[in-house]
């Protein structure tokens, strides 16, 4: 029997569902998010929803800037004591005290103050306006991630402040990262107010470090949850039950699924190399000597005739596998990263270095060995159907491919690690797995096509 979408137990069932299967977000992906605007409708929704990755982002010296959408006036309509005015005010430097505690300093801490509970949605008169305001604003801090609220969550406030945002990014153009957080979601009684599968990807971020902070921010926003304004009986108080939602060691994030059909592309790359000449850490992270070394020890043949290296960023890896080619051709979308490849293999004639979008473009010729190592994730499905159908046209018969990805989730990449090998295992034809193996953080296959290839050493 298929349960009511407002069956109680099976709503539970699927809110739990939410928190404990959500794959984790490594904090260390953060560092492609060097400006982040966190859109809060109230002054307490920013500490509730997302304290704990607005903390990584600060602790990490990144920019992040908080837009309070509403002026927070109606949690206390019919208080005596304070007068609208004086519980906006209030509440503002309730928000400032919370951003200050999450490393926000009052400079990027932004009020719009539209009215409480009448947020204006798609459709409202006042929308258009609110729309203009928000672009104009935000437009000069050229963001490229906005953080907004879930898009059926619970508060008209939050459904309103998603539209504006949406809005607003229509009208900044592409490229803006855009994640979802929930508040009043953990508060649903449908199943309809919960993402669906095919809809949203969900992730979650470990704050378990930075936890205690957190509840700080929250309590900052003392009129909301300790009777600061004492004389409305019937005004607003955040219960145990609800901020206990909020002081887990997780945080909950949505995507949209729609990522997986854009590939991440030069811009991207652009970025991330800007801010760093080894963004990933692969001259002197430990993790990256190891799997450099498993990978090298995966490869069947002790040399090979004419190999290609897709995605060689700055030539770590790239060097290593130098001494097992005659010829290696080693790809990269991104300028930057081969100045530094070439800088590091100088020496090595028998290299060459090119830049390349793979697969808009792809170099003539076979290869009897194919390594493609952290590079599959940032391609969208169709081009990476396209990829598979491209390396394995080019590889010779007995030739090797060796596929090698980070598996844990990343909200920036289209797809994990596993939905690369196993896009692969899927449209290979002709071709036998000869390795398979997985460690902590990373999945490892070898595939040769069947036939006979030269053999060196």
């Keep these: 029997m298929v349960p009511l979408p407002t069956d109680p137990g099976h709503v539970a069932g699927r809110k739990d569902a939410l928190y404990e299967q959500a794959p984790d977000h490594p904090v260390g992906d953060l560092a492609a998010w060097r400006s982040t605007i966190v859109f809060s409708p109230h002054p307490d929704d920013e500490s509730l929803g997302c304290g704990g990755l607005i903390l990584h982002l600060t602790d990490r010296g990144q920019e992040v800037r908080v837009v309070f959408v509403s002026d927070g006036s109606m949690s206390h309509p019919n208080s005596q004591k304070f007068s609208s005015e004086e519980r906006t005010a209030l509440r503002e430097r309730e928000a400032l005290a919370a951003c200050s ?71 900044i153009g592409p490229g803006i990262r855009w994640v979802e957080y929930p508040v009043w979601m953990w508060e649903a009684k449908n199943t309809g107010d919960l993402p669906r599968q095919e809809e949203m990807i969900t ?88 799997k450099y070394a498993a990978t090298l020890a995966a490869l069947p043949l002790g040399r090979y005739d004419r190999a290609l290296e897709i995605g060689c960023s700055i030539g770590v890896l790239t060097e290593q596998l130098a001494e097992r080619c005659e010829e290696l051709l080693a790809v990269d979308v991104s300028e930057a990263a081969l100045e530094r490849a070439r800088d590091r293999l100088a020496n090595q004639i028998h290299v060459e270095l090119r830049r390349l979008s793979i697969p808009q473009e792809f170099p003539e010729g076979s290869f009897n060995l194919v390594v493609l190592s952290e590079v599959g994730y940032y391609w969208s499905y169709t081009d990476l159907e396209r990829a598979i159908d491209l390396i394995q046209n080019s590889l010779r018969p007995g030739g090797v491919l060796l596929l090698v990805h980070y598996t844990p989730y990343v909200p920036d990449y289209p797809l994990t690690g596993d939905e690369v090998h196993e896009a692969f295992a899927r449209k290979l034809t002709g071709f036998e797995r000869v390795k398979g193996s997985r460690a902590d953080r990373y999945r490892l296959d070898v595939w040769k096509k069947k036939g006979l290839t030269r053999s060196h050493g």
């Design 101 to 171: 505690v999450l490393g926000v300093p009052e400079d990027r801490v932004h009020f719009l103050r539209l009215p409480d509970g009448r947020v204006p949605g798609e459709g409202h008169p006042a929308f258009a306006p609110a729309v203009e305001s928000m672009t104009e604003m935000v437009r000069q801090w050229s963001p490229d991630t906005f953080v907004v609220p879930w898009r059926r969550d619970l508060h008209e406030d939050h459904r309103a402040t998603w539209d504006i945002c949406r809005a607003a990014v229509n009208r």
């Design 203 to 290: 992730w979650s971020l470990d704050i378990a470090d930075v936890v205690n902070r957190k509840v700080e921010a929250i309590r900052a926003h003392a009129s909301q949850w300790n009777g600061v304004i004492d004389d409305d009986a019937s005004g607003f108080q955040l219960s145990e039950s609800m901020i206990g939602h909020f002081t887990r060691p997780r945080e909950i994030y949505f995507e949209p699924a729609e990522k997986r059909h854009r590939s991440l592309g030069g811009e991207y790359f652009a970025a991330i190399y800007q801010g760093s000449e080894d963004p990933w850490q692969f001259e002197t992270s430990e993790y990256e000597r190891g």
